[in-house]
């Protein structure tokens, strides 16, 4: 089965070396699992993948309360993890590849997982909870614009 992973350019020489092993699984807006974020489409629009923002003051205000440092900077960004496109190989049958709206279904609060759908195309989602060697790596693309240009097969 060919699923896609979007990834930031920061996060690449070690997805290149290890695979693809993380991922966020929002169960709410306060409990993050681990699982590999995959879908169907080949465009990150409507998959929840956001492009590099500006962090907002509250933003960098609870950065720096979680992880005990300093603020980050005015002018500090999100990764783009639209910036690279992963294409990738798994069987269908892998037991540790999952669908994701059977599995949030089961999870997840109504209000939250209806939250999290807005505006998104949650139907092609799938989540790997295991490592996906970089041997599965079909082709390794970084965004020029619009499109994607092949970087590694």
């Not at 999100?78 to 540790?96: F, H, L, Y």
């Not at 790596?137 to 614009?145: A, Q």
Request: with cysteine; glycine share 8%.
């Amino acid at each position: 089965m060919l699923l896609y992973h979007f990834t930031c350019v920061e996060c690449l020489p070690t997805i290149l070396r290890e695979g693809l092993s993380r991922g966020e699984v929002p169960y709410s807006a306060t409990e993050v699992g681990n699982a590999v974020n995959l879908t169907v489409d080949s465009m990150p629009e409507g998959n929840g993948v956001f492009r590099g923002a500006l962090l907002t003051d509250e933003e960098r205000a609870t950065f720096a309360r979680i992880n005990n440092r300093a603020e980050p900077p005015q002018g500090a960004r999100w990764p783009d993890k639209t910036a690279v496109r992963i294409s990738v190989e798994i069987p269908s049958s892998d037991c540790k590849l999952v669908k994701w709206e059977p599995f949030a279904r089961r999870r997840l609060d109504p209000e939250w997982l209806a939250a999290l759908h807005e505006g998104q195309k949650p139907d092609g989602w799938w989540l790997y909870f295991g490592t996906i060697p970089p041997s599965n790596f079909t082709e390794v693309c970084e965004r020029d614009g619009d499109s994607y240009q092949q970087i590694a097969p």
